[in-house]
């Protein structure tokens, strides 16, 4: 008996260091200000780094893909988000949109980011990494997002450990399994449970910080609801944190109105 | 001329619109219908434990609506309001106006359930927060908070539902221009309900005649410093209940109303001045010290020290430890006490989805956060006894529940150490559990008669599913009990969870829990007659399945399987044991569509109760709890 369990525990943890590593993709601290300007909301629960993407990995293990995406600091889970079906944190809101056809996929972000993508690097599948649960984010999306719903994943698992969300999907759901080759764009923003009519799940930056909204944007929706994103090269160097600044350069006029910014897709087999 | 005056006179007094796009309104709409087989009416399992209410009960539906209104009245201006109907009225109601024009008597009027049945509006909450032009201050907040920036072992966080119940003044700042230093100040009017002896700052105290409670705050500072690392922070507070000084001629009910002793002679240096004295009645200061650091990603240490000063005037409050059956939530002597707490997270060092927790914890048996959190916080990492938090308070809030809400319980005095391996693999997810308490309240001969409060029942495993606070359905130790006459006590809790995910159909979650708890308390040391040995073992195994788009149905089983030697008695009469036996069968429905959200909870409780020397009990308890929200 003691040996069959060590035999168990044994291959469940090679299993895992089986698992391959596809893309390894790096940003760097401090750029949690979405354009350079956004500041976080005011309530204590808004942590320091707690929106500040670090690192994002996609690995392949047998017929599922598991995507990290590493933050600045621990994940906490403030609002208790087992007691609402969640996931295991309360904050964060990831969007990882993925382009595995060129020339092909949808160019708009999904509702509420106020974002679109390159025309050369536009999306095929979109996969949400929440702390709200399946049925919340089904509903949610049947409600705000139902021409995109084959094309947004929902992870059969998601959870939060030390600073890492990590997301285990069907290799099924993505069309097939993920390249270095496709392009990646990783969205951070943070959860809402009370959004907005047309937002999903997403969490409003207006001009000027509340308790539970961010700072440094429009009260138009004129401006990307994006704190931080990856940039080429992603290896986490510093002259990333102006790339990023300039790619989220939003521009609006006195009435709110402007064109939504367009963002790059990392394409890591182009990365020298 | 006069023709023109007119229409600038009119529209002088036109009052200036707002503009809509300042403000933001939410709101929500919440109905609860709850069912038991038992003779209750009302809308809430746990209500007011201490005063009766005629709105907690098992049998109800009933709604209530809450909006926010966000304004933003300039750049640097915000103001926020929340308004929500009182929660209590039965849809049978029908019509109640809040008055109880026939007190006592039973009667259809309308005007007999007093205002719990009458769906009033009330102002929840509010506040201005305005960023003045002052360096180094960055808001200032005038009205409600729910003193989050804080930590549970000094000064809230205070629970959900209570959330803009504190007010007071805030103000956030930093100093220096790097942000790296941040400070928060506050002074926060005490609750006249909880924080002090007797839970209030003075009604309801046998000793005062005239309960003086709008002068009474607290103070807090905190002082944050962000290193490149990690941060460290220092958070300090005072709490002080005061009340007129009954020694001065002109306080109501003073004691020398005519600076005259009771044998009428004079008294030195006593005049009245038309100005009353104060003088405290109950003072409390708590602070911490926390350095949370990660010198790498995969390692974080976190570590607290903390002291905690209690100081009732005992010429102010009456003795409640001695008056009111071992029922406070402070000890009634001045005391200074100590807490320590060292945390490692080690998150997957190894990139194979292994992680370690170690925990040290050291909490005074005089330790008590008199104005810290009741409930939704949690200062160990342990699981502990019951399915809840561990707070280091006598002011836990185990009130104002349902029966599928978790109860906290007070850590005071717990002294060990916690070990927590957690995998993560793929769909499989897995926690391990140790851990070990002794007791620095273990000792002989303590004064539970007229110091320490002990909460009246003492003894035995806390059932939290069958709980009632007068205890007569003999459910164990109230969770707040940390304090008893002869104790030598230590305990060992194993803990394992495990859930696997499914990729079949929708998918679906198969879980367990199981804990095994083996507490040990040799109590007096004069004879072994009394030798406590409880073994509890608790499970749940449940599966989740998302039935289709929006709809999630959860099917489960509890198991619990108690076996407690001299689990009640006295030394006098003899002790009993104990062996309980509770099964809980279980589905939830939960369905999301289009913005509204309802959940189902059915629960079937078997519990037998097998009582050496006393009758045995069962209960068969059938409870179900669903809701209905929408928030626009």
Known sequence: MKRLFWVLLILTFSANLSARTIVDLKDPKGDDKGPGTYVYPTDPVYKPGSFDLREFKVKQSGSKVIFKVKIATRITDPWDSKSWGGNGFSLQFVQVYIDSKPKSGHCNGLPGLNVKFKPDSCWEKVVLISPQGKARLMSEIDQKAKTLKKDIVIPIRTRANGMVLTAVVKKSDLGGTPKASWGYQVIMQSNEGYPDSHDLLTRKVNEYPGKHRFGGGSDYDCDPQVLDIFVQPAKGGKDEVQAQYKALKFHCDAKGHGPLVELPMVYPDKIK | MKKALIPLLLLATVPAMAKITNFDFAGRLYTKWLYRNDDSQGLLTYGNPFWPDNMAGDNGVGTEFELKIFGRVSKYVQAYVRVKSRFGELWQDWWENGDMKYPGQVNTSGESM?????????????????????????????????????????????????????????????????????????????????VGPWWSTGIGDPNLDNPFYSQDWAYAAKLNYDTPIGSLTLISDVTNDIEVDMTDPDAVGSLYPDCKDAL?????????????????????????????????????????????????????????????????????????????????????????????????????????????????????????????????????????????????????????????????????????????????????????????????????????????????????????????????????????????????????????????????????????????TGRILNMKSWLTMNVTDGLVLELGDKVGLWWEANREGTLQQGYHDYTTHKNITYFKLGYQYEGISLAYLFEWVRKKQYRQGMDDQYFNVLRSKATLEVNW
């Open chain 2, 114 to 194: 007093g205002m719990n049945h009458a769906s009033y509006i009330k102002l929840r909450g509010f506040y201005v927060r305005f960023a003045p032009p002052i360096p180094g201050v960055d808001w200032i907040t005038v009205g409600s908070s729910d003193l989050g920036m804080f930590n549970a072992w000094t000064i809230g966080k205070v629970r959900f539902i209570d959330r803009d119940n504190g007010k007071g003044w805030f103000i956030d700042g930093h100093i220096g221009h790097s942000g790296a230093f941040q400070y928060n100040l506050a002074i926060i009017a005490l609750p006249k309900l909880y």
């Open chain 2, 264 to 532: 009428g002679h004079p008294i030195p240096g006593c005049s009245k001045d038309h100005a009353v004295d104060y003088t405290s009645r109950y003072f409390s200061s708590n602070t911490t010290f926390e350095a949370n650091l990660s010198p790498l990603d995969w390692l974080t240490n976190d570590f607290l020290v903390g002291m905690a000063y209690n100081r009732p005037n005992t010429q102010e409050t009456a003795n409640a430890v001695a008056d009111n059956q071992g029922m406070s939530p402070i000890v009634y002597k001045k005391t200074l006490s100590y807490a320590v707490r060292e945390r490692l997270y080690l998150d997957d060092p190894f990139d194979v989805g292994l992680s370690f927790k170690f925990e040290y914890f050291n909490i005074g048996a005089n330790w008590n956060s008199i104005f810290g959190a009741r409930r939704e916080s949690d200062v160990l990492l342990t699981d502990g006894f019951l399915d809840g938090d561990q707070l280091p308070t006598l002011n836990l809030a185990n009130e104002f529940l349902d029966f599928d809400e978790s109860f906290v319980e007070s850590c005071i005095g717990w002294h060990g150490g916690t070990a927590i391996l957690d995998y993560d693999y793929d769909a499989f997810t897995m926690s391990l559990e140790g851990t070990f308490i002794t007791y620095n309240t273990n000792g002989q001969n303590r004064d539970v008669d007229k110091t320490y409060p002990d909460f009246l029942h003492s003894n035995g495993y806390t059932d939290t599913d069958l709980f009632d606070y007068a205890d007569v359905t003999d459910r164990g130790r109230d969770p707040r009990s940390v304090y008893h006459r002869n104790q030598d006590r230590r305990t060992w809790i194993s803990v394992l969870k495990a859930k696997y995910t499914f990729d079949v159909l929708n998918g679906f979650d198969l879980g367990f829990k199981g804990k095994f708890i083996y507490d040990k308390d040799f109590r007096s040391h004069k004879t072994a007659a009394d030798d406590y």
